[in-house]
Nanobody, 117 residues
Framework: QVQLVESGGGLVQPGGSLRLSCVAS????????LAWYRQAPGKQRELVAR???????DYADSVKGRFTISRDNAKNTLYLQMNSLKPEDTAVYYC???????????WGQGTQVTVSS
């Protein structure tokens, strides 16, 4: 079992920045593909960005050029740097981890990001 704990959410003005963190409760973090999802009120959860064990990254078109996903396996931590935030980025952001061979997967509890003036 892996517990994922997100932090770093909050209220920010349009054009501002936030950095989300997700800390895993166990080692072997490097064996997991990782991702950030978000869910806005009344909408389905959507993939924001992902980073696989080899380091390759993918982004939703809506965040390309503004968000950067990264990982620090030594610290069991996943990050999401969010710049040039827009009101439409307002959502609960979730950390997600899936083991590369067992496919066991885990979700964090979510952290609220609100972009508003």
């Amino acid at each position: 079992q892996v517990q994922l704990v997100e932090s770093g959410g909050g209220l920010v003005q349009p054009g501002g920045s936030l950095r989300l963190s997700c800390v895993a409760s166990r080692s072997s973090f490097s064996m997991y593909d990782l991702a950030w999802y978000r869910q806005a009120p009344g909408k389905q959860r959507e993939l924001v960005a992902r980073i696989i064990t080899g380091g390759r990254t993918d982004y939703a078109d809506s965040v390309k050029g503004r968000f950067t996903i990264s990982r620090d396996n030594a610290k069991n931590t996943l990050y999401l740097q969010m710049n040039s935030l827009k009101p439409e980025d307002t959502a609960v952001y979730y950390c997600y981890a899936v083991h590369t061979w067992s496919r066991s997967d885990y979700w964090g509890q979510g952290t609220q990001v609100t972009v508003s003036s």
